[in-house]
């Protein structure tokens, strides 16, 4: 007599839900973008700009995604909807860039962001253990490369968070809930203190020069423009979680719809009012040159102690960020092994936790080889790039799914359709050449890793066939 593999579990309900979105997006990006995006936009009213951009793309896109995912709560979510849509290679490359990219250089970037916020406690953790020098491709000046002890404790945060994950869903969603509280309390405590200081009547010039002032360096108009978006959109980065766990959401017609909506929400209006607290009390100037600005308001404020204080908070908050994005992702390779379209190990479920345990790690050790080759800014532009040609596809699959599959039962239909949609579309389009110019070595090099997976695919293919 055969057994009766396990299966997932719904484990999450509405509020594990929202938390996983607002964890998910609220993380390292809030408190250190704002500095790279300072340098690069030379003034406050691009910054701005750029947030609400960011804000408002995202949010066309939980739109759709909030359509799609109602109508098909399944394990992997987007993986599922383009291959309904388009056809299961193109639902494959969506679940291998993921899987190989996206996600495991995600984490790291994550956990490096958390090790940077560690650097404001302990400054030893960025001095370089050693620093290599070579020539890339298109780039007349050498590439250095620094090893800092924050590298491999980024891979011991990485692997204890998979561990975590490992234990249990229930457990995942619980410590979510509990970290999430800890972020938006702590964003919400900057703010307080940022409209504190311009109540008192503080100048922002104290900072380092007028706000008007821009930073040295600064590119401006639309370049800058691009690459201060690139940056808030790594800061929203984190709405399609809720998504890929749609097996596990607890009646999901209804909470994966007003989960995604919500938590995009919540966060587009907290980055919006965090960014006017910084800029109450940190001039231009002062923000481009800040490692940590969250912490540096609150020093300006409170004194050294409390700002420590908010910095932990903060590695905390990085903490809920990675924890979600664990949970999310390792969801993907489990339904792709489950339909014969990537390395079998990865479609087991764990028969005591309930989790796709080998999926887990599998990602926790490619997060850990991406969290030992590079910074958080140098791993999150590529984070960005092969994120935004997945998302852009992911909603082109809401056109094709209203053409080909008209009578789906759809609980929630997307706001604004075909509109907004469209604007996302061509917004990811736009985005992923840009970036492809601005960093071509890295880009290019992700897009060989996406590409590299039709080679597994065409096996898979024909080993499932025989």
């Not at 404001?120 to 620094?146: C, I, K, S, Y």
């Not at 808030?232 to 980065?237: E, F, K, Q, T, V």
């Not at 231009?284 to 540096?296: K, T």
């Not at 140098?378 to 008209?406: D, K, Q």
Request: glycine share 10%.
């Amino acid at each position: 007599m055969t057994t009766k593999p396990p299966e997932l579990i719904r484990g999450l309900g509405f509020w594990s839900a929202t938390a996983m979105v607002v964890g998910s997006m609220i993380g390292t990006g809030i408190f250190l973008v704002p500095s790279e995006m300072a340098i690069a936009a030379g003034s406050v009213e691009i910054i701005f700009a750029a947030w609400v951009v960011g804000g408002l793309l995202t949010l066309f896109g939980a739109f759709a995604l909030a359509e799609m995912g109602s109508a098909l709560p399944v394990a992997g979510g987007p993986y599922v909807y383009l291959k309904r849509a388009f056809g299961p290679s193109v639902g494959f490359l969506y679940g291998w860039t993921l899987t190989m990219v996206e996600r495991p250089a995600s984490l790291a970037t994550i956990a490096a962001g958390l090790l940077r916020f560690a650097t404001f406690l302990m400054p030893v953790l960025a001095v370089p253990l050693f620093t290599w020098e070579f020539p890339l491709p298109f780039q007349t000046e050498l590439h250095e490369f620094r090893f800092t002890p924050a590298q491999p404790l980024a891979v011991v945060v990485v692997l204890l968070v998979t561990a975590i994950n490992y234990a249990g869903v229930r457990l995942g969603g619980r410590v979510q809930v509990v970290l999430t509280a800890v972020k938006v309390m702590a964003l919400l405590a900057v703010v307080a203190i940022g409209f504190a200081v311009a109540m008192d009547g503080a100048p922002a010039s104290t900072a380092g020069g007028p706000v008007t002032s821009p930073p040295v360096g600064s590119v401006g108009g639309l370049s800058g423009f691009l690459v201060a978006l690139v940056a808030a959109l790594w800061a929203y980065d984190g709405w399609t979680a809720v998504s890929l766990v749609g097996s596990e959401v607890t009646n999901p017609r209804k909470n994966i719809s007003r989960a995604l909506v919500a938590g995009v929400l919540v966060v587009a209006s907290i980055y919006l009012l965090a960014n006017v607290a910084y800029f109450s009390v940190l001039s231009l100037e002062g923000v481009a040159q800040s490692p940590s600005v969250a912490s540096d308001v609150v020093e300006r404020f409170s004194g050294d102690g409390t700002a420590q204080w908010l910095t932990l908070a903060m590695i905390i908050s990085a903490l809920g960020t990675l924890n979600s994005s664990t949970l999310s992702g390792a969801r993907v390779p489990y339904a792709m092994a489950r339909d014969g379209l990537f390395f079998r190990f990865a479609a087991d479920v764990h028969r005591r936790f309930r989790t796709p345990g080998r999926a887990l790690w599998f990602q926790g050790c490619l997060g850990s080889l991406f969290a030992l080759t590079g910074t958080f800014s140098e791993l999150f532009s590529l984070v960005i790039f092969s994120a935004w040609i997945i998302y852009g596809l992911t909603v082109a699959a809401l056109f094709r799914l209203r053409h080909r599959e008209p009578a789906l039962d759809r609980p929630y239909r997307a706001w604004g359709y075909p509109w907004a949609q469209a604007l996302f579309v061509i917004g990811a389009l736009a985005l992923t050449v840009n970036l492809w110019l601005e960093l071509p070595v890295r880009s290019s090099i992700g897009l060989l890793l996406i590409f590299s997976g039709l080679l597994f695919y065409r096996r898979w293919r024909r080993s499932g066939a025989e």
